[in-house]
């Protein structure tokens, strides 16, 4: 059967289920359950856990316990138990040497006519506490992010929604397991940005992109960038400030010819390289009035400190510029979003740079300086922004260290919208992400770090 057929016969036989009792029936069904019975739900919990690690990395079930809520044809089993991760010591597959740890989860599955489908899964380290610069603490505000009142006709309705998305970013799967295992993480996705939203103090909207079937751990590994959190890259000389007067109220560089057309980095974590691309167009553009698309791929290929889709720095990519002699355009030098051998061509260099410059961490500085001087290469905490649709985004400040950085972006301009300032970011996932493309952040509160690593390149 063609991938699409095993994807519509899944969702027709969720969407054909009894209807759910009324609730009140429904709450009166709920108990607890005993733990032969959990087992079924369990295993398949811990099945779906660890799918895809490698055999000396899955976890171990510790404890359980949970509640069973009978629904029309099918049951709900809401799980808490600890996992057991193994010590991870390989450079290849963890970031840093970790210990072994244990972790508390939160499960909902379920069982309808026999077959189980994972809806929800939350896990985090047992007795941790993260403090930032305020003395708020992770451990206050994530149990905000784990409520988990589930309506119980939450399948149903998230089988219509999945076809949907489904339909609107033109997904196949391979098999009905895929299919099946693709809308349990759609449905803890959609409940996720759920509560993102609810602790978002902006204005912005989260909630289905083209993200939405990719876990958490699968959307850091392909399109954010680990090295800007582990390394910041060597020292830059410190830019001048370029006016004492405050800055003008409003600015944005994409009204005035300095910014490329949004690009898309694709399945590859090099947005590092589009990041420095994009300030050295607008640098070109203010010191020679000509508007270039440059190569990203000529970075990938030829920059030989930097990881092309595993991560770099924009430090880096400024240095390889000057010693590889400039930047080719877009046009000589194609995005393929993959690794390749360096083809650089210094005839073909059509661009430049001179040195390249940090930037101060002071926000009323940097817009002074991004409306003198032209675009910003910055880099911030992508929190959320697998989820987010339009709007001004504020994320409460220990969900989104600016010490847990992951993601290079292009500062463009800022303004004000209803009062709520905002930096205008262009980013590098699309046009089809966002608003046309960019991700817009209040300004002002030091917000994801979005004023933690500003640089540009110097044109003279």
Same mark, same amino acid.
């Given at each position: 059967?063609?991938?699409?057929?095993?994807?519509?016969?899944?969702?027709?036989?969720?969407?054909? *289920?009894?209807? /759910?009792?009324?609730?009140?029936?429904?709450?009166?069904?709920?108990?607890?359950?005993?733990?032969?019975?959990?087992?079924?739900p369990?295993?398949?919990?811990?099945?779906?856990?660890?799918? %895809?690690?490698?055999?000396?990395r899955?976890?171990?079930?510790? *404890?359980?316990r949970?509640?069973?809520? +009978?629904?029309? =044809?099918?049951?709900?089993?809401?799980?808490?138990?600890?996992?057991?991760?193994?010590?991870?010591?390989?450079?290849?597959?963890?970031?840093?040497?970790?210990? !072994?740890?244990t972790?508390?989860?939160?499960?909902?599955v379920?069982?309808?006519?026999?077959? =189980?489908?994972?809806?929800?899964? #939350?896990?985090?380290?047992? &007795?941790?506490?993260?403090?930032?610069? +305020?003395?708020?603490?992770?451990?206050?505000?994530?149990?905000?992010?784990?409520?988990?009142?589930?309506?119980?006709?939450?399948?149903?309705?998230?089988?219509?929604?999945f076809?949907?998305?489904?339909?609107?970013?033109?997904?196949?799967?391979?098999?009905?397991?895929?299919?099946?295992?693709?809308?349990?993480?759609?449905?803890?996705?959609?409940?996720? *940005?759920?509560?993102?939203?609810?602790l978002?103090?902006?204005?912005?909207?989260?909630?289905i992109?083209?993200?939405?079937?990719?876990?958490?751990? $699968?959307?850091h590994?392909?399109?954010?960038?680990?090295?800007?959190?582990?390394?910041?890259?060597?020292?830059?000389r410190?830019?001048?400030?370029?006016? &004492?007067?405050?800055?003008?109220?409003?600015?944005?560089?994409?009204?005035?010819?300095?910014?490329?057309?949004?690009?898309?980095?694709?399945?590859?974590?090099?947005?590092?390289?589009?990041?420095?691309?994009?300030?050295?167009?607008?640098?070109?553009?203010?010191?020679?009035?000509?508007?270039?698309?440059?190569?990203?791929?000529?970075?990938?290929?030829?920059?030989?400190?930097?990881?092309?889709?595993? %991560?770099?720095?924009?430090?880096?990519a400024?240095?390889?510029?000057?010693?590889?002699? %400039?930047?080719?355009?877009?046009? #000589?030098?194609?995005?393929?979003?993959?690794?390749?051998?360096?083809?650089?061509?210094?005839?073909?260099?059509?661009?430049?740079?001179? &040195?390249s410059? $940090?930037?101060?961490q002071?926000?009323? !500085?940097?817009?002074a300086?991004? *409306?003198?001087?032209?675009?910003?290469?910055?880099?911030?905490?992508?929190?959320?922004?697998?989820?987010?649709?339009?709007?001004?985004?504020?994320?409460? +400040?220990?969900?989104?260290?600016?010490?847990?950085?992951?993601?290079?972006?292009?500062?463009?301009?800022?303004?004000?919208?209803?009062?709520?300032?905002?930096?205008?970011?262009?980013?590098?996932?699309?046009?089809?992400?966002?608003?046309?493309?960019?991700?817009?952040?209040?300004?002002?509160? %030091?917000?994801?770090?979005?004023?933690?690593?500003?640089?540009? /390149?110097?044109?003279?």
């Amino acid at each position: 059967m063609a991938p699409w057929l095993l994807l519509l016969s899944l969702l027709g036989l969720l969407l054909g *289920a009894a209807p /759910a009792p009324p609730r009140q029936a429904a709450d009166a069904q709920a108990r607890e359950a005993a733990y032969p019975e959990l087992l079924g739900p369990t295993r398949f919990a811990l099945e779906m856990y660890n799918r %895809g690690r490698a055999a000396g990395r899955r976890a171990a079930l510790g *404890a359980v316990r949970g509640r069973v809520r +009978r629904a029309g =044809h099918g049951s709900l089993f809401s799980l808490k138990a600890t996992l057991e991760e193994p010590p991870c010591n390989d450079p290849t597959v963890c970031q840093l040497p970790v210990s !072994k740890k244990t972790l508390l989860c939160s499960f909902e599955v379920l069982d309808e006519l026999g077959k =189980h489908m994972l809806l929800r899964r #939350d896990c985090g380290p047992v &007795d941790t506490k993260v403090t930032d610069d +305020r003395n708020e603490t992770l451990s206050s505000v994530l149990p905000l992010l784990n409520k988990d009142p589930l309506p119980q006709d939450f399948s149903v309705k998230m089988a219509s929604v999945f076809k949907e998305f489904v339909t609107t970013y033109n997904r196949t799967y391979e098999t009905k397991e895929e299919a099946e295992w693709r809308m349990s993480v759609f449905s803890n996705n959609m409940v996720r *940005a759920q509560k993102i939203q609810a602790l978002d103090r902006g204005t912005a909207q989260y909630g289905i992109t083209k993200f939405s079937d990719l876990t958490e751990e $699968e959307f850091h590994t392909i399109y954010l960038n680990p090295l800007l959190r582990e390394n910041r890259g060597k020292k830059m000389r410190l830019a001048k400030s370029v006016s &004492d007067h405050a800055p003008p109220p409003e600015w944005d560089w994409r009204s005035k010819g300095a910014v490329t057309k949004v690009k898309d980095q694709g399945m590859c974590g090099s947005c590092w390289a589009f990041s420095v691309t994009g300030n050295v167009e607008g640098q070109w553009f203010l010191k020679e009035g000509t508007l270039l698309s440059l190569s990203e791929q000529e970075l990938l290929d030829c920059d030989k400190v930097d990881k092309a889709c595993l %991560g770099g720095l924009p430090s880096n990519a400024y240095t390889a510029i000057m010693t590889l002699g %400039g930047l080719e355009t877009e046009d #000589d030098y194609s995005y393929q979003g993959h690794l390749q051998a360096c083809s650089f061509s210094a005839k073909k260099a059509r661009v430049y740079i001179n &040195d390249s410059v $940090e930037l101060s961490q002071n926000e009323q !500085k940097l817009a002074a300086w991004l *409306a003198k001087k032209g675009p910003i290469s910055v880099a911030i905490n992508a929190f959320g922004m697998q989820f987010y649709r339009h709007g001004i985004s504020h994320p409460l +400040r220990p969900l989104c260290s600016p010490w847990l950085i992951d993601h290079a972006v292009l500062l463009v301009g800022y303004g004000n919208r209803s009062g709520i300032p905002f930096w205008a970011i262009k980013n590098s996932w699309g046009t089809d992400w966002g608003e046309e493309g960019y991700y817009y952040l209040h300004r002002g509160s %030091g917000a994801c770090g979005v004023n933690t690593m500003a640089s540009s /390149a110097v044109v003279n």
